[in-house]
Every structure is written in C-alpha cells, then in structure tokens.
C-alpha cells in the first residue's frame, strides 16, 4: 500500500481552519516527512489553507527532494524556514519546535500552532500500519534468535548489542532507540542502560528494544528468568502479566486513555504495588517512538480507530529487581491488533 502525501497536506490544510493563519510553516523534520516523504536534517515545507504546499531544503538534500516530492514546488535554500517565510502571508508555526532565537530571526507576524501535525499523526493510515507490522515482526525474530544465547556470564551490554545486530541483519532500518537490558537488581530502574553486569543464576532480566522499519518504530519489552525462580519473581512476574492483560483487552476506539491506563494500574495497586509502577501504561509509536497519545492516570484524550500504541506495565523493587512486560498493539474496533507476538509465558532460561 503507498503513502499519499497530498492527502496528508489536504487533511493538515482543512484544520488551518481553527487558526488564524493562511499557512502552516513545518520545521520539525519528522512532520516533515510525514508530509512529504523526505528525510532530511534542514528541511521544511509551508502547507497552505487550499492545501498547496512548497518545500525548502539546501544543496545536500536537493536531489532527493526533486524525486520524493515531485507533486510539489521544491526551492533550494539554506536558510529553509526564512525562504518559506517570504513565500507566505501569515504562517503559523509550529511553536513546540522553533527555538526562540528563530522566532525573532524571523520576524513578521507569526502564529503559534502546537502539534497540529502530531494530532494529524496519530490515526495511522493501513501502510503505515504494514511498516509498523513489518518492524515489530523483525522485533519478534531477533528475540527468538537472541533469547537461546543468553548464559550466565554475558554482559547487558552484550546482549543489547547482539538483539540490536541481529534486528539490521533481519532488514531493519536500524533499532528503534536505545536498548534497555537491565538484569537483577538493575531491573528496578525502568529506563536502565546495559553495563558490564554479567548476568548470573536467579536473575530476572528485562529486555525493552525495537527495531525501526520504514521510519516507524517497534517497542517490545519481555522479562525472562535465568535458571531459577525465586517465588516473589514469579508472583511479581504474574501480577504484570495480569495488569498487561488487562490493560490491552480495555484498548478500544472511543475509551478515555485515563480508562486504559486504570485498567492495569489498579490491578498492581490492589497487590500493594502501586508505588512501584510510576510510569504511564503507554505511549503512541509511529514515526517517533514516544508520541500523542499517552496512557497515563491523568489527562484526558480518547482513543480512535487505527492508532499503534504500547501497553506496558512494570514493578520495580528498589535493590531487588523488577518485571516490565510490553506490547506494540492497534486499536481496531474489533479489539485491538496484537503487532509484537513474542509469548508471554515466563521464560525460564
Ligand atoms: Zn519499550
Ligand atoms: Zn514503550
């Protein structure tokens, strides 16, 4: 299924509407690309209210420009957001990206919009979602093929680079962010980053990683045991299962996100767990890995139709060690798609 770009801008061009303005100036690059299909480091395009558009890119990224965006006026400019800025009335900007140093640069009169782009991003259209489908599928493999290999002895370090190989080998972009492998006591830092800590018998160990595919990004966490199984993991572990559960079974089109995110909360915190999950329960993925909407216990937003996000839940026990287990799933009115497959069974190594 292709992208149609021009009908990105068309929907963008519609909602101008709620502002007053006569143009919509785009600077950040991944709305960017997601209005035009370009990838580029300087690069911005002005989507007009009758849904014309011009883009602006330098010498480095001209070429590409030409050939990706041939349905539009492509300009060569260093200076893009200036060059675009003389081409329009009154623009509005995108005010959550321009620094205030640009803002003045710039001058005229300019009308702050704050993430008109990001709310256009958030229902994914059925290629988007196949590029999504295809990253959390390579996500799935690389865990099969890595998952066998880990033995008492391996670095974090060690593993993350092994998942994140094997997912390029497998034809992703390259990963998603980060890895987190965070083993033993380490598990009860959410957002750990791998060390030397040689995995040993006893550990939990949680594995958080994704492969970009396309441009969009794959989120999968698991925890596995090394071993044994002490009894407080393997009742730490079911209680995350649980709430992850249930939290994915309440994503539906038309839910308060608030809703979601209770679904699973409240189970850890009837455990006595409440404390130790202070994170959202989820966040959007598409072209970025953390984006609108989020699954958190305050702030409103419903759910749509169509919209790949995360569920997942942790416990962390400072000094002890902790279990996160996460989805990439998408709301669909039937219930929701299940992109990463992996089982959930505690796996025991
Ligand atoms: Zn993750
Ligand atoms: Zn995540």
């Known amino acids: 299924m292709s992208v149609n770009h021009g009908t990105r801008r068309a929907r963008l061009a519609a909602m101008l509407g709620e502002y007053d303005v006569d143009a919509l100036l785009v ?14 480091s300087n690069a911005a395009v002005l989507v007009r209210a009758d849904g014309s558009a011009v883009l602006a890119t330098d010498a480095r990224y001209i070429e590409t420009a030409r050939r990706v965006c041939h349905d539009i006026e492509v300009t060569e400019r260093r200076d893009v957001a200036g060059a675009l ?12 990206d321009m620094s205030v140093a640009e803002y003045h640069r710039l001058g005229g ?33 690389a865990f099969a093929d890595v998952v066998g290999t880990i033995a008492p002895g391996m670095t974090e370090k060690r593993i993350a680079q092994a998942l994140e190989a094997r997912m390029v080998e497998l034809g992703a972009d390259k990963p998603a962010f980060d890895s987190i492998v965070a083993s033993g006591p380490n598990g009860a830092v959410p957002h750990h980053a791998p060390s030397d800590r040689p995995v040993e018998r006893g550990d939990l ?34 209680l995350v299962r649980e709430a992850q559960r249930a939290g994915r079974h309440a994503l539906a089109p038309g839910v308060d996100t608030e809703t979601v995110d209770a679904a699973a909360r409240d189970l850890i915190a009837a455990a006595g767990h409440g404390e130790h999950f202070g994170h959202p329960l989820g966040h959007g993925v598409g072209l970025e890995i953390h984006e609108d909407p989020f699954l958190r216990s305050s702030g409103a937003g419903r759910l749509e139709d169509r919209v790949p996000i995360t569920v997942e839940p942790g416990v962390y ?10 989805d990439t799933l998408v709301t669909r009115a039937g219930g929701p798609e299940l992109l990463t497959r992996t089982t959930k069974e505690l796996l025991v190594l």
């Open 27 to 40: 600077t950040r690059g991944v709305n960017v690309r997601y209005l035009t299909g370009l990838v580029s």
């Open 85 to 96: 800025v003389q081409a329009a009335g009154r623009p509005g900007i995108e005010s959550h």
């Open 109 to 141: 009169d300019l009308t702050p919009v704050e993430r008109l782009v990001e709310r256009l991003r958030v229902v994914k259209d059925e290629a988007e979602i196949d590029a999504l489908r295809t990253a959390c599928e390579i996500t799935d493999r």
């Open 205 to 238: 160990i949680t594995m958080d990683f994704g492969a970009m595919y396309g441009g969009y990004h794959a989120d999968m966490t698991r925890t596995v045991a090394l071993g044994a199984v002490a009894d407080w993991q393997r009742e730490l572990y079911d």
């Open 317 to 326: 026990l400072p000094g002890r060690g902790g279990v996160r287990i996460e």
